[in-house]
């Protein structure tokens, strides 16, 4: 797809392709219930066209200076990833509690999982610019704007055995379980867009091993470093969903996959 994606959207692609291929509905009815929301924040560059306008607002920015109240304790040497305009993403998106104004602050050092930092400045706080210090890695990347687009993504690892209606169609046949197989390929066709490679906010962790949500947290976000240094790894921002809908982001959990 080449146009915004949309849960209803995805819904009859997919239903389509279980009808070519011959598969009752209620099998792809189940595989379109486990998708999720999302929104991804990338670079106007790769934003799809129906969004690309002069007056586009952007939704955050990697690297530059965050700003945080006075008195908000966090070493020099953290450097600032990401921060979020909370207040310009697309209402009604996600399926998690996110912060509906304010800015979401996002410190982390990607070499050190205990220095990490998530904060939720509330709209109308006073903040204060906060100077890196000299082994601040990112001191000298310049910021990145960042725009929102609504999203729509699949659990990693999708499979026949994770969907009950399918391992009953199956029933160990080799044929059938083939049939399901390229409907799952097709579903991740569809989610497969250019601007699905930037920061993502909720949705199913784009994990490249195990899928974080087996342990029973939930994404909050996730930050490719490609978008801020150049290297490979990937930084998940995770936590249970009682921590996330309470803003208390200090217990969450930082994973690097690298």
């Known amino acids: 797809m080449t146009a915004i994606i949309t849960q209803e ?3 009859e ?4 392709a279980g009808r070519a291929l011959g598969l009752p509905e209620p099998v792809t009815e189940a ?5 999720r929301p999302c929104l991804h924040l990338c670079p106007y560059e790769v934003l799809p066209e129906e969004l690309r306008r002069e007056d ?3 939704a955050g920015r990697v690297a530059g ?3 945080l109240p006075e008195g908000v304790d966090v070493p020099s040497y953290v450097p600032h990833v990401l921060t979020v305009d909370c ?6 998106v996600l399926d998690i509690a996110f912060p509906a104004d304010g800015h979401l602050v996002v410190l982390a050092d990607i070499t050190d999982q205990d220095d990490s930092y998530v904060f939720h400045v509330p709209a109308g706080t006073e903040t204060v610019e906060r100077h890196p210090g000299e082994e601040d ?3 000298s990347v310049d910021p990145v704007p960042l725009y929102a687009v609504p999203g729509v993504t699949a659990l990693r690892g999708l499979s026949l055995s994770r969907v009950p209606e399918a391992v009953a169609y199956a029933g160990g046949d080799a044929e059938r379980a083939q049939l399901v197989a390229g409907l799952i390929r097709r579903i991740e066709s569809l989610l497969s867009v250019r601007w699905g490679h930037g920061v993502q906010l909720g949705g199913w962790s784009p994990a490249w091993h195990d899928p974080l949500e087996d342990d029973g947290d939930v994404l909050l976000l996730s930050i490719p470093e490609s978008l801020v240094s150049g290297d490979d790894c990937i930084t998940h921002v995770t936590g249970t969903p009682e921590e996330i809908a309470e803003c208390r982001y200090d ?3 930082f994973l690097v996959e690298t």
């Open 9 to 11: 959207a995805v819904r």
């Open 13 to 16: 692609a997919a239903l389509d």
């Open 31 to 35: 595989y379109v219930r486990l998708l």
């Open 56 to 58: 586009a607002r952007p």
């Open 65 to 67: 200076s965050a700003w």
């Open 87 to 92: 207040a310009a993403l697309p209402a009604g």
């Open 137 to 139: 890695t990112l001191a």
């Open 251 to 253: 217990g969450l959990a």
